[in-house]
Nanobody
């Protein structure tokens, strides 16, 4: 598995999580990286992007609540989500932007009281 996400779990509305995704140096160093999510019964959607130079963009649905970052030494990209809502419930994956690689291991986030 080239892309492994972790850090999900069951969280109450209003809570926070930090997701991590580790990949190979080849993938990480050569690409902008991003997070995607797929809610039950819905299509996968893009959540956030961070380029190699650090330019960041977020989907409107998470803007103001999310923070994406990358650690080049660890080949890891992070996503912190604050003020979690039930509609954030999904399986979260990371991949390159644009997506070039097979989906690896995702991490499930459930927001529920």
């Amino acid at each position: 598995v080239q892309l492994q996400a972790s850090g999900g779990g069951l969280v109450q509305p209003g809570g926070s999580l930090r997701l991590s995704c580790t990949t190979s140096g080849r993938i990480f160093s050569g690409n902008a990286m991003g997070w995607y999510r797929q809610a039950p019964g819905k299509q996968r959607e893009w959540v956030a992007t961070i380029t190699r130079g650090g330019t960041i963009d977020y989907a409107e649905s998470v803007k103001g609540r999310c923070s994406i970052s990358r650690d080049n030494a660890k080949n890891t990209v992070y996503l912190r989500i604050n003020s979690l809502k039930p509609e954030d419930t999904a399986v979260y994956h990371c991949n390159s932007i644009p997506r070039l690689y097979s989906w690896g291991q995702g991490t499930e986030v459930t927001v529920s009281s």
